[in-house]
Nanobody, 112 residues
Framework: QVQLVESGGGLVQPGGSLRLSCAASLNILRLFSMGWFRQAPGKQRELVATMSSGGSTNYADSVKGRFTISRDNAKNTVYLQMTSLEPEDTAVYYC??????WGQGTQVTVSS
């Protein structure tokens, strides 16, 4: 059973930056794809960014050029660096492993 724990969310002003972390309980980053999703109030959960086991990345159009997904295999941790944040980025951000396992989510609020 894979457990994922997100951290790094918070309140930030528009134009600011945050880095989210997702720590996995097992050494899976080279085996499974990893992804970040988000869900805003009243909206469906949507894909933000993914990284394959081989390191290929994919981003939603709305975050391209602003968000970067990366990983540290030694720490079993995946990151989401978010810059130029906008109020529309406000959501609960979830980490996902292999399309199967989910973290508990971390709240990101972008507001002045």
């Amino acid at each position: 059973q894979v457990q994922l724990v997100e951290s790094g969310g918070g309140l930030v002003q528009p134009g600011g930056s945050l880095r989210l972390s997702c720590a996995a309980s097992l050494n899976i980053l080279r085996l499974f794809s990893m992804g970040w999703f988000r869900q805003a109030p009243g909206k469906q959960r949507e894909l933000v960014a993914t990284m394959s086991s081989g390191g290929s990345t994919n981003y939603a159009d709305s975050v391209k050029g602003r968000f970067t997904i990366s990983r540290d295999n030694a720490k079993n941790t995946v990151y989401l660096q978010m810059t130029s944040l906008e109020p529309e980025d406000t959501a609960v951000y979830y980490c996902n492993s292999n399309g199967e396992y989910w973290g508990q989510g971390t709240q990101v609020t972008v507001s002045s």
